[in-house]
């Protein structure tokens, strides 16, 4: 049982890049790296953006890359997360548009950086550092996705299912806390999410999270976290959803 277990959980898992913000700082030549608070990578001729909602300039949050070697060199797009803490969107459809904003920028680099839109003195800026773990899906999305394994999960200890769960996770090599992460799993507060495209009408895939990070002074309501998603067949479309507990 244990040993059928082990082999869904080694199936099952994903990597993904874990962020922590660690070197309190901004400096122009970190302008374009992964990177929260400070001054928002931008280039020139991008204005600040503004709060649909209630007319103050959007906060510069955090930003990120997906692609990276195995060296952890990164690459491809830079997404710039912007979000308003005064209306406090949670990516319901009925949200205004406009509380919130990922500008990507296909060839960002530090030597086109210009300015510093979205500083928030609240935050403090960090840079990070990197990390390629594995993670799993949280135990509640097992039971809605994979009742199968918490099938397995339930016959070798029915009185907690959930440590058995958890366990077994870090026994195949995973990282079972949340914690700021591009790629792999969403570990939900508040139960699985989802977003739609706006053009194909198709469920949209977990993109990264941002978690509350104490370094960063940064908390979404009550130690919750951002989730960002990306549409499959239109990379372009970028959706959040805001869960605290
Ligand atoms: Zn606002
Ligand atoms: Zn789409």
């Keep these: 049982m244990e040993n059928k277990l082990h082999n869904a959980l080694n199936a099952l898992k994903k990597e993904c890049l874990r962020i922590t913000p660690e070197k309190p700082g901004f400096a ?19 204005k600040a953006p503004i709060c649909s909602g209630c007319g103050k300039p959007l906060s510069f949050v955090f930003q990120f890359k997906t692609e990276q070697d195995a060296k952890l060199k990164l690459s491809g797009a830079l997404h710039v997360v912007y979000y308003c803490f005064d209306c406090v969107p949670i990516g319901r459809p009925d949200d205004e548009k406009g509380q919130w904003l990922i500008k990507s920028y296909s060839e960002a680099s530090a030597g086109k950086f210009v300015g510093g839109t ?10 990070c550092s990197m990390q390629k773990v594995f993670v799993l899906p949280d135990y509640e999305t097992i039971e809605n996705d994979y009742p199968e394994v918490a099938a397995l999960c339930e016959e070798l200890d029915p009185e907690d299912p959930v440590s058995v769960y958890e366990e077994e996770g870090l026994e195949v090599g995973c990282e079972m806390e949340p ?35 104490s370094a960063v ?8 976290c951002l989730y960002i998603f990306r549409c499959p067949k239109h990379p372009e479309q970028l959706a959040i959803e805001m869960q605290c507990f």
């Design 217 to 224: 002074d940064l908390m979404w309501g009550d130690a919750g």
């Design 118 to 127: 979205g500083v928030n003195p609240l935050f403090k800026p960090c840079l």
């Design 28 to 46: 122009n030549e970190h302008a374009a790296e992964i990177r929260f608070a400070g001054p928002a990578y931008a280039e020139s001729g991008d």
């Design 179 to 213: 914690f700021t992460r591009v790629n792999g799993y969403p570990a939900w507060i508040q139960g699985q999410g989802t977003q739609v495209c706006p053009l194909c009408k198709h469920d949209m895939e977990f993109f990264a999270q941002v978690d509350s990070e």
